[in-house]
């Protein structure tokens, strides 16, 4: 290694192992004066680079993460009651009964205003309503208290409440619902008949030991569409 | 959560100085170089699991660092020839660092960036190369020239004139 090779070399990796290198610093005074002086910039190289960092450094850096932080934490909350609340929601759904008798009572149930309502209808209301979903009477169903048109399972239905003998009875006509035959269920503390009506079919609704024949007797036997 | 809380904090007290010092050297602007030690230590917490060894840590710290400038260069329509900031400096530095400091600043980065690196990454020429994406010989080159311009600034200057003697 020459002198030339070697100050190239302390320019570029003072701290080199080479053994040319080290034999050549040992060898040329010159050379290894240049290389002493080198270190010595060196150090002067590494103050220079020292730069004095603004004051509260850290603790913004701390700061500025911990808002990231607290971010991540909200969102991974606000992400878990999502998940609990549609879960909540879903067992509920799967777990709440679906068949017809229970969709009718609750329906009822949501719209207790009608069970005490004292009418009567009028006959063209009754008939009104009806003929909006394509039903007509086989008889008189003595005294209607309430006739009107409800969503029941997101299917219009026509929503009667009778005065029975018991008390009121609730005739549900359902053009989009069908049942396999007649059937007859109490619960809630209400007795009931679902009943096909055509391709449709009905439910008649009221208090146990309320006669409920003579009320499906006069139903219409069939929906027009 | 605990434990990647004091990891980072720990990362912080150790190397938040030495990044601010990179970044500084390698933007010349203050504010700049705070901008980019925060984003690159909030890069690094977001991805702290994927650092395995901590005495990997500064090397790490130093890509994300690299990484997030030339970010920023892209965004940024300026161009920073010139300084646009001053350092803190401590005012009791010597004389040669003074003169140092003025000729950094006007260093070219691509003969300053390997220094950096040298220097205050501790990086070997090899391993500078790896990071710039050029060759050994290219960055011992750079290193030279850097140094040579560092050397011939003293040189200049009349207090050194006895080391001149000495060595020439």
């Known amino acids: 290694m020459n002198c030339l090779e070697f100050r ?33 910039h060196e150090d002067s190289l590494r103050q220079a680079f020292a730069i004095v960092p603004p004051t509260g450094l850290e603790a913004r850096i701390l700061l500025r993460q911990s808002f990231t932080r607290t971010t991540r934490t909200r969102q991974a909350v606000a992400a878990s009651i999502i998940v609990v609340i549609v879960t909540a929601a879903l067992a509920w759904l799967w777990a709440t009964p679906h068949t017809l008798e229970a969709e009718v009572l609750a329906h009822i149930h949501a719209e207790p205003e009608h069970l005490a309502a004292t009418g009567p209808e009028s006959p063209v209301k009754v008939a ?25 399972r997101r299917r219009p239905g ?19 619902e069908t049942v396999g035959g007649r059937a007859h269920f109490q619960r809630d503390g209400f007795q009931g008949l679902l009943i096909p009506v055509g391709n449709g079919a009905a439910a008649i609704v009221g208090l146990p030991g309320e006669p409920l024949g003579p009320i499906e007797a006069r139903l219409p036997p069939a929906f027009t569409g | ?12 007290r150790a190397w938040s100085a030495d990044l601010y010092r990179f970044a500084y050297w390698l933007c010349r602007d203050r504010l700049w170089a705070e901008d980019l030690v925060q984003e690159t230590f909030l890069r690094a917490w977001r991805a702290i699991g994927n650092l395995r060894e901590e005495k990997a840590a ?54 300053l960036e390997p220094l950096l690196l040298q220097v205050l990454g501790g990086y070997s020429c090899e391993e500078i190369a790896q990071t710039l994406g050029i060759g050994r010989a290219a960055v011992m080159t750079r290193l030279f020239r850097a140094r040579q311009r560092l050397r011939a600034t003293l040189e200049e200057s009349p207090s050194c004139l006895a080391s001149r003697r000495v060595v020439q």
């Open chain 1, 8 to 40: 190239r070399l302390c320019l570029t990796e003072l701290d080199s192992n080479e053994a040319e290198f080290l034999q050549h610093t040992r060898d040329c005074h010159p050379c290894a004066e240049f290389r002493h002086q080198q270190k010595r």
């Open chain 1, 128 to 152: 009104s309503v009806l003929h909006a979903l394509g039903a007509k009477l086989r008889g008189n169903l003595g005294e209607v208290r309430h006739a009107g048109i409800c969503d029941i």
């Open chain 1, 158 to 176: 026509v929503h009667l409440v009778l005065a029975g003998r018991l008390g009121p009875v609730t005739v549900l006509l359902l053009p989009d």
């Open chain 2, 1 to 12: 959560m605990g434990n990647a809380q004091a990891r980072f904090e720990a990362l912080v």
């Open chain 2, 58 to 111: 500064k090397g790490w710290l130093l890509t994300i660092l690299r990484n997030e400038y030339v970010r920023s260069l892209a965004k940024r329509t300026e161009v920073y020839d010139v300084p646009a900031d001053e350092p803190v400096f401590e005012t009791m530095a010597p004389e040669e660092t003074w003169l140092f400091r003025r000729e950094l600043l006007k260093l070219p980065g691509e003969y």
